[in-house]
């Protein structure tokens, strides 16, 4: 089975991710692919060199996050030019990952991890959809503890992401991680059970 992993900003989903990892799941991390095609060489960094100018590439070769940034934020047009050239080389490279894992092993779990499943619209090109859940107060809350923000940082920060409520409505497994680790995990186990998985 093919699973899109989800769920928003603080809720826990790299934790119920190597939960299902260690059970045997494969893991294909969109944050970590989008790092790889951006890397020296890559054809998706020579196309944003391309499209932005040389200033986006540091002396070694790499790109300077800090200038994409800078050239994209608050300039719908340029992100959506950036979102033109990263999202399908993300896509391609995850897709291989999949298809070559399904033939190692056809009846394994193969988990999507994909922070914007919902909002980029790539939740129908998978077998099922899990949701990683906290209530939105345990979200913010969670958030400014993580990443030292103020609320109103933390809800500008959540408010980029689809509702997690809205997630949930629409997954077909939920985990609710607003509890202890150990229900999370007994959750987990659960749905592993269920699938029927080894």
């Known amino acids: 089975m093919k699973l899109g992993l989800t769920g928003g900003i603080a809720c826990g989903k790299s934790t119920v991710s190597a939960m299902l990892l260690a059970r ?15 890397l ?30 800078r050239l994209v934020f608050g300039n719908p047009e340029r992100l959506s030019k950036l979102e033109l050239i990263l999202h399908p080389a993300i896509r391609k490279r ?21 922070p914007l499943l919902f909002e980029t619209g790539q939740d129908a090109m998978y077998d099922a ?16 503890q993580r990443n030292q923000l103020t609320e109103e940082q933390a809800s500008q920060r959540v408010a980029l992401q689809l509702d997690i409520d809205e ?32």
């Open 24 to 38: 045997g799941a494969k893991l294909v991390d969109a944050d970590q692919v989008a790092r790889e095609v951006v």
């Open 40 to 69: 020296p060489g890559e054809p998706a960094l020579l196309a944003i060199a391309s499209e932005f100018g040389q200033a986006v590439l540091n002396a070694d070769g790499t790109m300077n996050r800090a200038e994409v940034g």
């Open 167 to 198: 997630k949930k409505r629409r997954a077909t497994y939920v985990i609710d991680n607003s509890g202890s680790l150990a229900e999370t995990e007994q959750q987990v186990e659960r749905f592993w059970r269920e699938q029927g998985l080894p």
């Open 94 to 114: 995850m897709w291989d990952r999949i298809e070559a894992y399904e033939l190692e092993d056809p009846n394994q779990l193969i988990v999507a991890d994909i």
């Open 129 to 144: 959809v899990m949701v990683v859940y906290v209530p939105q107060r345990i979200q913010l809350e969670r958030l400014m």
